[in-house]
C-alpha cells in the first residue's frame, strides 16, 4: 500500500509497504527518523514512544496501516528548530542520559506526562508514568530530577 | 583544575536527547538489504538436513546463507594472552562453515532480503533437521564435573594463606554455607545491531562496541584481509555492560552476508535474538566458610565457586577475589571451578566475580556478626586488614571503613533494633542491611594524538569508546586542564578504527588509561609548543626556559609577557602542533605492548588497587505474599577522583539498580532438557523499572589514589558490588530468614 502520515507537522508517504509493518519501522527506515529506538518490539521498553495523534503509543506495537492519515510525532519534532524543548533541556542538564538509548522515548512520554499535569507532578506518579520507559543505564534517579525540572520551568513559563 | 571534578554537561546529549545521535542500525545506505538469523532448536548435534526452498522463494528475498553455501571463512584464532585482540572471539565456532550444532539458538540460516518483515518471514519458513548429540545443559546437574581453574596473568583462580580447612575446624564459631547465584543477561537497552558493507575487499561495519580494535582485528582474520581494509565506526552505543566486548555471531555474519549479496546489509537482533547468540553472566554454586574468635577476629576464610563456561567459549569470572582483599583472616583459601556446559558462551558483565562473589562473602560476613552479636559494621571494622590479606601487598588508597562511617550516619544506622523482625509498619516488615562493595582498579595501554590547531582549538583523536558513561565528556574537561584552554576549544574523536588504538572499555579501565596517555601526550604538546616559541623570531617568549612559563588562558605567559597558542602557532608559521603517544609502526606496536605488559605486571606486584564502598539498603517485605521492595538506599564510595560528578553518580547508580536486579527480579531461566532459554525476552526477563526503584543516594568521598593517574580508580563497575548482599541482609533483618539463592523472589520468602 502507499502510506500517508503527518510526521513532525510533514506529510510524509511511501509506497510499496505491507500494511502489517510497524509503524516505528516506517519511521527508522523508511522515512529517515530513527530518532524513535527499536529494543523489544513487543510493547515492554518504551524505547519507541511517540505520539499518534496527540497520545504517547508503542510504535512498535501500532501498524503502519493504523496510522494512515494520522498525525505522529517523534523526538525529532519536539524541539523547535534549536531550541531544544524543556524537557530535552532537562534532561541534559540533569545528566538523565546516559547511553541516550532509552531517552527518545523517555522524553516523549515525560513530555506527555508534563502536558497532562498541571505543575509538577508527584514522584509516584512520575515514576508509575515511566515504568514502562527501562532504562538500564542511569538508575532512573536524575530523570526524576529532568521531568521535575522540566515540569516546573513549563508551570512557570 | 577548572574542569576537573566539576559536574559538566555531557557533550553529547543534545544529539542524544533529539533523535540525532546515529546507533549503529541508523547508518542509511542506498540499496540497503536486512538479514535475519534462524536459530538452532537443539543443544547440540549435527545438521543432517536444511530445507529452504520456500525461502528462497518469497519475494524480497536476496539470499538464504547456511553451511551449504556459505563462503568460507577462516577459524577463530586461539585465545593467546599476549596478543589481546585473540580475546575478541566471543566463541569460536567457525558460523556457517560447519554443520555442527554447538548451543541451542547457534544461528544455522541467515536470510537476506529487502525488508526485515521479509527476512523474518522468510526465516520461518526454514526447516532444519538434527541428529541430536547427548549435552549437558542443566548447570545444578553438573556441579559435581567441575574443575579447577588455572590462574592466569589477568585472573587469579585459586590462592591460600595457611591452612583454612583446620583453621575453621578449630575455630569457637564457624559458618560454611553454600549460596547459588542465577545467569542474569545484560539487557542493554540497545539490542545488538551492525550495519556493514563491503567496497571491494574493503569492509566498513557500524556496530556498536566496546572494543572496535577487538572488532576490526577479529574480522580480518575471519575474512582473510590486511587490519587496515576494516573500519569498524561505533561512536554511540546504546549501553553494553560486557555485552558488546566480545565479537558475538552477529556481527559476523552480517559482515557475511553483505559479502554474499553484495549489498549494504543491516542486521538488528531481536532481544530474542540477543539472548540466544549474545552470553550472559554465569550462574554460580557458591561456598563461603568463615571461622572466627569470640571477638569476632577471623581465622579462617574459605571462598570457592563453581561457573560453567561454553565448551565453545566463555569468560571465567573471579567470583573469589573479593575474598582475597576484604579481610584480614588469618587463613584464607579461595578457589574456583568450572564446569563445561553445552551452551552459549557466557561473557562479561558488569564486575563480573565480584558482583556475585560479594553476595556470598558479605551474606556470611553478616550472617557471623548476628551469630556473634556484633554489629555488623563492628564485625567488618574488627577484620579490615592494614595490607592485603592474601599475600601482604600493600594498598594503593583504601578507605573502606570510612565510607561505612559516614554511610552509617547518614543512613541512621545505629538507631536500628538489630533484633530481626523487629520493625513494622503495618503488613511490611522492614529491615536493613550492609554490604561492602569492592572492584579491582586496572589499567592498560591506551594511544591517542592531540593537536593543538592555530585557530587555539585542541583535537584529540583516540578510538575510545563511549557507552554511555561519559567518556568523552571527561577526556574533555582533562585535556582542557591539562593544556588550560577553554573546554569549548576541545573536540574528542572517539569510537572509530580509523582512529589510534585506545583501550577496552571494560573492567572500568577506560578513563584511566586514557587519562595515563592523555597526560603523557599533552606534557609532549606543551613542549612541543614551547620549544616552537622559544625559537621563533620575534616571540615574547624567545629565550626563556619552560620553568619560568605557565600555561594559562589557552596560552604561555611570564607574568603579562607571552602569548595565546593562536598566535605562538601563527608566528611560527605552523597551521597545528600534533604530540602522539603510541607507536604508529607494527613493530614499535609491539614494543610498546611488551613495555606496558611489564609496567602493568610490576605495578601489580606492588600494590592492590580497587575501588570500594558501602552499601546501605533497606526493604520492606510483606509479611502475606513475601513481594519485597527496596524502600531506601545509600552508596557511600571511595572510587578515587571523580572527573565529572554529574556521570559519576549515575554510573553508580546504574550499578546498584543492576544489582537490584540481581538480588530480586533478574533470572535467565535455562530450560534444563534441552539448554533453550526460556525467558528470551523483557516481558519474562524483568529489568527493574522506574517504580521498583526509591531515592538511590550516592556519595563519594573524592580521595585521589596516589597510584593512578590524576588519582583515577573507575567508577564503572564497583556500584553493582555489594548490592545483591545488602538487599539479602535485609530481607533477613526483615524477615529472620536467610535467602542463600538469587534472586530472591517471593516463592522463596513463603
Ligand atoms: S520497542 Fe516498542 S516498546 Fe520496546
Ligand atoms: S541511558 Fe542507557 S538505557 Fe537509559
Known amino acids: 500500500m502507499r502510506v500517508n502520515v503527518i510526521v513532525n507537522g510533514e506529510a510524509m508517504t511511501a509506497d510499496d509497504v505491507w500494511e502489517g509493518e510497524s509503524l516505528l519501522y516506517a519511521l527508522r527506515e523508511r522515512l529517515g527518523l530513527p530518532g524513535a529506538k527499536n529494543a523489544c518490539e513487543q510493547g515492554e521498553c518504551g524505547s519507541c514512544t511517540v505520539y499518534l495523534d496527540g497520545i504517547p503509543v508503542c510504535a512498535c506495537l501500532v501498524a503502519i496501516g493504523q496510522a494512515e492519515g494520522r498525525s505522529v510525532v517523534t523526538v525529532e519534532g519536539l524541539a523547535d528548530g534549536e531550541s531544544l524543548d524543556e524537557v530535552q533541556r532537562a534532561f541534559v542538564e540533569c545528566g538523565a542520559v546516559q547511553c541516550g538509548f532509552c531517552t527518545p522515548g523517555l522524553i516523549v512520554q515525560a513530555h506527555s506526562l508534563i502536558a497532562s499535569t498541571s505543575g509538577v507532578p508527584e514522584d509516584a506518579e512520575i515514576r508509575e508514568a515511566l515504568a514502562g520507559n527501562l532504562c538500564r543505564c542511569t538508575g532512573y534517579e536524575k530523570i526524576l530530577d529532568a521531568v521535575r525540572l522540566a515540569a516546573a520551568r513549563k508551570a512557570a513559563l | ?750
Not at chain 2, 556441579?143 to 583462580?157: H, I
Request: proline fraction near 5%; charged fraction near 20%.
Open chain 2, 1 to 750: 583544575m577548572r574542569y576537573v571534578g566539576q559536574p559538566i554537561d555531557r557533550l553529547d546529549g543534545v544529539a542524544k536527547t533529539t533523535g540525532a545521535a546515529r546507533f549503529s542500525a541508523e547508518y542509511p545506505y542506498p540499496n540497503l538489504a536486512y538479514a535475519a538469523l534462524v536459530h538452532a532448536t537443539i543443544a547440540r548435534g549435527r545438521i543432517t538436513r536444511i530445507d529452504t526452498g520456500t525461502a528462497r522463494k518469497t519475494p524480497g528475498v536476496l539470499a538464504v546463507i547456511t553451511h551449504g553455501n556459505a563462503p568460507e571463512m577462516k577459524p577463530a584464532p586461539k585465545p593467546n594472552q599476549f596478543d589481546m585482540s585473540t580475546l575478541a572471539a566471543a566463541t569460536s565456532v567457525n558460523y556457517l562453515n560447519t554443520d555442527e550444532v554447538y548451543w541451542n539458538g547457534q544461528p544455522v540460516a541467515v536470510v537476506v532480503a529487502e525488508t526485515l518483515d521479509v527476512a523474518r518471514e522468510a526465516a520461518y519458513l526454514i526447516e532444519v533437521e538434527y541428529a541430536e548429540y547427548p549435552a549437558a545443559v542443566d548447570f545444578a546437574a553438573e556441579e559435581g564435573n567441575a574443575r579447577p581453574q588455572k590462574s592466569t596473568m589477568l585472573s587469579e583462580a585459586d590462592g591460600r594463606k595457611g591452612d583454612a580447612e583446620a583453621a575453621l575446624a578449630d575455630a569457637p564459631f564457624a559458618l560454611d554455607l553454600r549460596y547459588t547465584t542465577a545467569q542474569v543477561n545484560h539487557n542493554a537497552i540497545e539490542p545488538h545491531s551492525t550495519t556493514a558493507y563491503w567496497d571491494g575487499d574493503h569492509l566498513i561495519l557500524h556496530e556498536g562496541s566496546q572494543n572496535v580494535a577487538w572488532v576490526r582485528d577479529h574480522l580480518a582474520i575471519r575474512f582473510d584481509l590486511p587490519k587496515q581494509n576494516v573500519r569498524v565506526i561505533s561512536p554511540f552505543v546504546g549501553g553494553a555492560f560486557g555485552g558488546k566486548s566480545f565479537v558475538w555471531p552477529g556481527t559476523v555474519l552480517t559482515a557475511l552476508a553483505a559479502k554474499v549479496t553484495g549489498r549494504p546489509v543491516r542486521m538488528m537482533l531481536t532481544r530474542e535474538g540477543v539472548f540466544r547468540t549474545v552470553g550472559g553472566r554465569t550462574p554460580s554454586i557458591q561456598r563461603v566458610a568463615i571461622g572466627a574468635q569470640l571477638d569476632g577476629s577471623m581465622t579462617a576464610l574459605i571462598h570457592t565457586s563453581v561457573c560453567q563456561v561454553g565448551r565453545t567459549g566463555g569468560w571465567s569470572e573471579q567470583v573469589t577475589s573479593v575474598s582475597r582483599h576484604l579481610y584480614d583472616a588469618a587463613n584464607i583459601q579461595v578457589q574456583q571451578n568450572l564446569v563445561g556446559m553445552d551452551l552459549l558462551a557466557n561473557t562479561i558483565m558488569r564486575a563480573p566475580g565480584e558482583s556475585i562473589g560479594s553476595f556470598a562473602l558479605e551474606a556470611t560476613v553478616d550472617e557471623l556478626a548476628y551469630e556473634l552479636g556484633l554489629d555488623p559494621i563492628e564485625l567488618r571494622a574488627r577484620n579490615e586488614p592494614a595490607r592485603n590479606p592474601l599475600d601482604g601487598k600493600a594498598f594503593s588508597h583504601r578507605l573502606l571503613m570510612e565510607c561505612f562511617e559516614e554511610g552509617a550516619k547518614e543512613f541512621g544506622w545505629a538507631g536500628r533494633p538489630q533484633e530481626p523482625g523487629s520493625m513494622r509498619d503495618g503488613r511490611w516488615l522492614i529491615g536493613m542491611g550492609v554490604a561492602a562493595a569492592y572492584h579491582p582498579a586496572w589499567r592498560f595501554p591506551a594511544n591517542l594524538t592531540v593537536r593543538l590547531s592555530d585557530d587555539g582549538t585542541v583535537l584529540i583523536r583516540c578510538g575510545l569508546h563511549e557507552m554511555g558513561m561519559g567518556s568523552a565528556t571527561a577526556v574533555s574537561q582533562i585535556a582542557a586542564d591539562a593544556l588550560c584552554v577553554p573546554m569549548a576549544a576541545v573536540t574528542v574523536a572517539y569510537g572509530d578504527t580509523a582512529l589510534p588504538d585506545t583501550t577496552t572499555a571494560g573492567a572500568s579501565s577506560q578513563t584511566a588509561s586514557v587519562t595515563a596517555s592523555l597526560l603523557a601526550a599533552c606534557a609532549k604538546l606543551d613542549r612541543a609548543v614551547f620549544t616552537l616559541a622559544r625559537k621563533t623570531p620575534g616571540s615574547p617568549l624567545r629565550g626563556l626556559r619552560r620553568a619560568d612559563v605557565t600555561a594559562r588562558d589557552g596560552g604561555l605567559y611570564n607574568g603579562s609577557r607571552g602569548e595565546s597558542y593562536h598566535d605562538i602557532l601563527r608566528r611560527a608559521g605552523r597551521a597545528s602542533v600534533e604530540a602522539r603517544v603510541g607507536a604508529d609502526t607494527r613493530l614499535g606496536e609491539i614494543a610498546d605492548q611488551v613495555r606496558s605488559m611489564s609496567k602493568f605486571l610490576l605495578d601489580r606486584r606492588r600494590w592492590v588497587k580497587a575501588a570500594c564502598g558501602a552499601q546501605f539498603c533497606e526493604v520492606l517485605v510483606d509479611s502475606d505474599t513475601g513481594e519485597t521492595r527496596i524502600s531506601r538506599w545509600l552508596g557511600v564510595f571511595d572510587v578515587g577522583r571523580v572527573v565529572n560528578a554529574k556521570t559519576a553518580a549515575s554510573q553508580l547508580r546504574g550499578g546498584i539498580v543492576m544489582g537490584i536486579g540481581l538480588a530480586l527480579t533478574e533470572e535467565t531461566l535455562v530450560d534444563p532438557r534441552n539448554g533453550r532459554i526460556v525467558n528470551a525476552s523483557l516481558s519474562e526477563y524483568h529489568v527493574p523499572v522506574h517504580a521498583d526503584i526509591p531515592v538511590i543516594d550516592v556519595r563519594y568521598l573524592d580521595d585521589p589514589d596516589p597510584t593512578m593517574p590524576l588519582g583515577v580508580v573507575g567508577i564503572g563497575e564497583v556500584g553493582v558490588t555489594g548490592v545483591a548482599g545488602a538487599v539479602a541482609n535485609a530481607v533477613f533483618h526483615a524477615t529472620g530468614k536467610r535467602i542463600r539463592d538469587l534472586p530472591i523472589t517471593l516463592d522463596k520468602l513463603l
